[in-house]
């Protein structure tokens, strides 16, 4: 039992960064996918997925390239998370990168836009 509490803590003193890689770790080597994503897969069927698709209405925001004016990128990248400093260039530096998951179309479209001004190059999916 001692060795689940000591699990427990380090967890719980993850930071999001550090919880985003493990996600990743769990997902690429295991195949353990979240909980969120399990719900994401059940929706509709393969050949209702294109009209679905012209609807979308959350993105994920994908951080490509940071471009020459990384310092610009990564202050863009912090206010756009919410994540300090350190763990903001974390994401830019491992590129390509998730930035945020499920946001809506307009705040998307915004963070596309600062992080370009900033000379990144980012996708949405």
């Known amino acids: 039992m001692a060795d689940l509490k000591k699990l427990a803590e380090s967890l719980t003193g993850l930071t999001v960064l550090e919880v985003n890689e493990l996600k990743n770790i769990l997902k690429e080597e295991y195949g353990i996918e979240p ?11 393969a050949d209702a997925a294109a009209p679905e698709e012209a609807a979308k209405s959350d993105y994920n925001i994908i951080l490509k390239d940071a471009g020459s004016q990384k310092v610009a990128v990564i202050k863009a990248v912090k206010d756009i ?13 491992g590129v390509p990168s998730t930035l945020k998951e499920k946001v809506p179309a307009e705040e ?13 190059s980012v996708d949405l999916q």
């Not at 998370?81 to 530096?93: F, I, P, R, S």
């Not at 998307?108 to 990144?120: I, P, R, V």
Request: aromatic share 0%; glycine share 14%; no cysteine.
């Open 35 to 45: 909980a969120a994503a399990a719900v994401a897969v059940a929706g509709p069927a």
């Open 81 to 93: 998370t919410g994540l300090g400093l350190g763990e903001a260039k974390a994401l830019v530096d």
């Open 108 to 120: 998307a479209e915004a963070a596309k836009k600062t992080l370009e001004e900033a000379g990144a």
